[in-house]
C-alpha cells in the first residue's frame, strides 16, 4: 500500500485565451500522507486556488492539464467524467471561501445537508437528517434540531462556514481541501473553526490541503507548507523550518510582511513586496520572483529550480536567503501618537458619540447599538474590534451618514451630524469617507477605474480640467501600487485586492479629514495588506486625516492604532490607549479575542480561551452584563441581572465588568 494518499507529479495547468497560451500552474509535484495536513500559501493569482481545483479536475473548459494526480494509487486525469463525479464530492471534498455562494438560500440548512448523504452514499430521507445532525455535532453547532429549519439569511457568517464544513464531511471523504475558509470571519469563530478541522483530522482520519495566505492560520492546522508564487512552487517543508529558517526570499518577504505581537508603527514600517504577481510567459524561465526580489543575481536565471536544502525542506533557491535577507526595516513613523496628554488635553474631539443607539425593523426590533460613546482627538486613529454583529459597522455606517441613528447625537468638529447623508452639507461629505469592507459591492461595474475616482473629484472638490484629473488619478493609482494602465479598467477584470486598492484611492482623492476604514484589508494578500497599512500611516503623517479602522485581526489593529475600542454585542466593553488594552486586556471577553489570534511563529503556544453559550437575543434589551453567558470569570448571578459598573484604570483606560481585575 502506498503510504501517500495523494501523489502530485508534474502538475501543470494551461489556459488557451485570445492572447495566447497562459500558464497558470507550472510543474507542481508533492505528496500528501494519510491524516496528514498541508497548507499551500501565496499571494492571489499564485495558483493556489487552480491547483486545488486541477487535483478535482474542476476546471473551465479552455484548460489543458498535464502531469499526474494519484489518489490511493488511482491517476484522477485518466478517469472519466462519470467516474470523476464519485470522487468528488464523495472522496475528496471542497470547502470554499465565500460560504454565501455555496448555500441556497431559498432550500431550508436541512434540506442542503440532507442532499449530500442522499446523493453520495444512498441514504433514506430519515437516515439523512440523522447524519447531518451528527455532523453538525461534529462542528461543535449547538440545537442542530432548530438550526436545520433555518435558512442562510438566518444565520451568522461564522455558523454558515461551519455548516459548508458538515456538508463536505457528510460523505465521509478521505481528503477535504479548504480554500481560504475562515478569511472574512472574525478571530474567535476562525479559532472555533480551526480547532474543529483539527478535532475532525483526528475523528475521522482525514487528510487536508489548506489554502490561505495568512501564515498564522496556516501554522494552526497544517503539519507541512508549501509556498506558491505565479504558479510554481518555491518552497516546502515542515511549518517550523520554513518559519525558522525560509530560504526562498519570498517566503522570507511574506513572512516578514505580517504585522505580529510587539511591531508598532511608532517603532518600523512594515515589510512589503514591491510590485504584484505578473502574468508569466509560457515559456519563461528562471525564478519567477526575480524581478521582485532584492537580492537577484545571475543564478536567479541560470542556476534555478527546486532541491533539498535539508531534511525534508525543498526550496527553488540558488542560495540561503535566512542570513542576507534585510531584518524588518527600521524606518518608523515619526508622528506623535496620541498619548495620555492628547487625550487629557482641553481640545475639542473631531468625533464625539454621546449615547448612540440604533434599532432596525418596526415588528421584530433588532437592538444593533445599545449606547454608545466615545471620542477621539484629530490626527489619530481609533481600533474598533468585536466579532460579527457588534455593532462595529453599524457605528461607521452612522458616523459616515449611511445610517442615521435611532438615539444619540453624532458631533464631528462640534458640528452636530446625527443626519442621513442626503441632509448633509457638502463640507461634510467631503470631509468624512468610508472605505467599505467588500470592494466587489462598492464599485460600479459598469465604470472604469478613472470613472470611479473622477466622480467624487468631481463632485465634492470641483475637479472639472479632464487632463489635470487625469494625472491625480494616474498619481493616486501608484500610490496605492497600481499603475496607470489602470485607469482604463473595470472592476471585473481586477483581483479583489486590486480593488480594495483603488476604493481607497477613490476615498483618498477628495482629501477628508476623516476616514471610516471598514475591515479595509480583510481580503488582501499579507504583502499589500502591509502595503496599505503602510500607505494609511504614510498619508496621516502628511495630511493628519484621522482613520476609525473597524476589523477583526487584532493583529493590525495593534500596529495602526493609537486607541482601541472594543464591542461587544452593540455595547462597549473597554476604551484606552493602545498600550493600555493590548497588555494586558483586563475585560474578559477582550482577553478571549486576544488569546484568539493565530501566532506567525509555529514555536509559540497558547490557550484559547474558548466562547461557548450564546450571544444575546438582539430583539431584546439586554439585562446584565452582555457578556454573561459566554464569560469565563463569571461571578454569579449579578452578571445576569445587573449592568456592570465603569472601572477606571487610568484617565484614558476604562472597561465594564463586576469583576474588578485592576489589581490582578
Known sequence: MNDNILDLKHVSVHYETFEGLFTAVRDISFSLGYNESIGIIGESGCGKSTLSYAILRYLASNAKIEGSVHFK??????????????????????????????????????????????????????????????????????????????YPHQISGGIQQRIIIAMAILARPDIMVLDEPTTALDVTTEAVILDSINDLKQKLNMSFIYISHDMGVINKVAEQIIVMYNGEMVERGPKEKIFAHPFHPYTRALINCMPRGGVVKEKTYLNTIKGYVKRRGDLATGCPFADRCEKKTATCEDDYGIREVDDGHYAACSRAYAEDVQSPPTKAFHRNSVTAATQQADVPALINIEDLKKVYGLRRKVHALNGVTFSMPAGTVLGVVGESGCGKSTTGHIITGLYSPTKGKVEFKQRDISLDWRKRDAATLREIQLIFQNPGKSLNPSHTVEQIIARPMNKLIGRKNKKERREEIIQLLKTVDLGGDYITKKPKEMSGGEQQRVAIARALAINPELIVCDEPTSALDVSVQASVLNLLNEIQEK??????????????????????????????????????????????????????VPDVDPTKKKKVIELTGALPDPSRKVKGCPFASRCHIKIGEVCDKVYPPKREISPTHYYYCHADRSSS
Do not use: W
Open 73 to 150: 494509487d488511482q491517476n484522477l486525469f485518466e478517469l472519466s467524467d462519470r467516474e470523476m463525479e464519485g470522487i468528488r464530492g464523495n472522496r475528496i471534498s471542497m470547502v470554499y471561501q465565500n460560504p454565501y455562494s455555496s448555500l441556497n438560500p431559498s432550500i431550508t440548512i436541512g434540506k442542503q445537508l440532507d442532499e449530500v448523504t442522499i446523493f453520495h452514499r444512498g441514504l433514506s430521507k430519515a437516515d439523512a437528517r440523522t447524519a447531518s445532525l451528527e455532523a453538525l455535532e461534529l462542528m461543535n453547532i449547538g440545537d442542530g434540531k432548530n438550526l436545520v429549519r433555518r
Open 543 to 596: 495630511t493628519g486625516t484621522s482613520y476609525i479602522f473597524i476589523s477583526h485581526d487584532l493583529n493590525v489593529i495593534n500596529y495602526i492604532s493609537d486607541t482601541i475600542l472594543v464591542m461587544y454585542a452593540g455595547f462597549v466593553v473597554e476604551f484606552g490607549l493602545r498600550d493600555e488594552v493590548m497588555a494586558p486586556p483586563f475585560h474578559p471577553y477582550t482577553e478571549a479575542l486576544f488569546s484568539a
